[in-house]
């Protein structure tokens, strides 16, 4: 997805935000909004969001010498989404259709994203979450939530890469992947997370911190964006994201990087802004499981 | 008030708004975003939001050639709120203190606002306003709703300058100054609009179509401006603003553009972004009746 002129005043939002993350002195935030003034009159529109983000971000790290500012946040979002793990695994054991609300908890954890949301109460989020009756959860229906492809699909993918997004979200990822494993527990799952700080987005330490590897392995993508961009991928991803049966892509910033290429892709996650809910014709706070690519 | 880095997206937001007003191409659109970018990198962040946006605006119409964007949506905006204007008046002589709920009103009116919302569905808001049950009205007691102040002031005051904020507001206007007026038809009121364009601020044009001249004096400030910068306004003006009894200052624009002066002013707005709810320390939604200056 290219970049929209609508983004633009959400990047000096988030450099704002993420330069006050940084304990940013207000003369240097001024000064980060003033050098993002410079590179907006140069750089093209072509890059997608999380290309522009990237060029931003590190941009933003040389000024503020902060190289992970959101990292005590991450570590936040973990523990308080480890917390309801358990609840979370409940839900899904007293669902009538247990994939299918693994599913919808795996998209709704999307909320816990600092790129789209830049203020967030992780707390209140969960609750919502938790205190869910088909109220929280909005869906548009088949067009937007291709959950019977999705089910075919699973069923006889043997490896399958899923794509992760935030810290925090990986809790629910893990719902979902140790649903997955409890279909088939010989499906080879790949949780593949960013391999430098880019936003609140999962990396090594918050897949482990959460739990993943106890049912997937997880490698780096060798992206340093908020977003899978492929041209930064390591060849090793990109091996395993030709051959993988199936991928899931968690996020707005997966979506934004990967929704033009034409390898087939589900992509799930919460519409968070008046671009992406243009894009994909849905509402801002709709769950999205969209099939892209061959059917 | 002076500009905070908090305004510089919303000054992005603002003008990429404005320019698909006034059906810039996306060319123009993109242009009108790097000249800002552009302005950012010069201008002192002393100047105040209006004074801001003035600039702005100004370079603005050069690349679209579009004088008035907000012309067509002023006038709908009057329409809309003169249908609703007769339900106003009912609501007044209905309540137990006509002039706390004519006050009220006014202050609600100020949602009208293009300027800090961007898109607005105007019919939706006059609805929310009219079925009222103290729900949509959030005030914060005294502290910064200073209603006895006012009361007091008003009943002394022989000549009221108001200072109107957005065209549709002005109907609402309108209710308030009636209701003065029907306390005692001597008090001489004048009411002052904007003498350009800027963003939906009233002009004479739209006092006059809102019914103002019924019951005041109708005056422009001399200001090109979306909120009443005083190094701006005209002589005539400034000699009215000194020796008047009371100032009614109307919407955030002219609270920015007049918190810091010494001249006791009555401000009555909607609190619409986390900027002025932290400059005046309540929520996002709350209507404001602040007294500044000498009590």
Redesign the interface.
Known sequence: MKTY??C???F??QA?YSARMSKAS?KT??AI??QL??T??KIS?KFSPPEMARIIHKQMYKLTKEYDPYKKVKLQSNKMALKIFNKLKRKVSHSQDRLLMATELAIAGNIIDYGAKHSLSVDNELKKILNYENKFIKKEGERLFNYQSFKRVLKRAKTILYLADNAGETVFDRVLIEEIKKMDTKKEIVYAVKEKPAINDALIEDALFCGIDKSAKVISSGVDAPGTVLSLCSKEFLKLYRKADMVISKGQGNFEALSAVKRPIFFMFMAKCPVIAREVNCEIGNIILLFKGKK
């Open positions: 002129l609508d633009i005043p959400c000096f939002k704002l207000k935030q001024k909004l003033e003034a410079r907006i009159q529109l």
